[in-house]
């Protein structure tokens, strides 16, 4: 199975638990989001199996980000 993925900066539920509640309600409304998953630069990886809802998801992560997604 081939999957796609979106890297993002995601808020520590610990310390800033309202950011990580709201940031999770927002990758709710992803189309093709079938998982999530740790990445070793501190990251999380964003798991689409479709590359169209990827690149989806990066436009809309785009809007809301001052640097570019790769």
Known sequence: MKVWCVPVNFPNPEKEPEQAEAATRFLRTM???TGVC????GNVLLVFSGLEDARQAKWKLEEFS???LE
């Open 31 to 33: 189309n093709g989001l």
């Open 66 to 68: 001052q640097i570019p």
């Open 38 to 41: 740790p990445h070793e630069s």
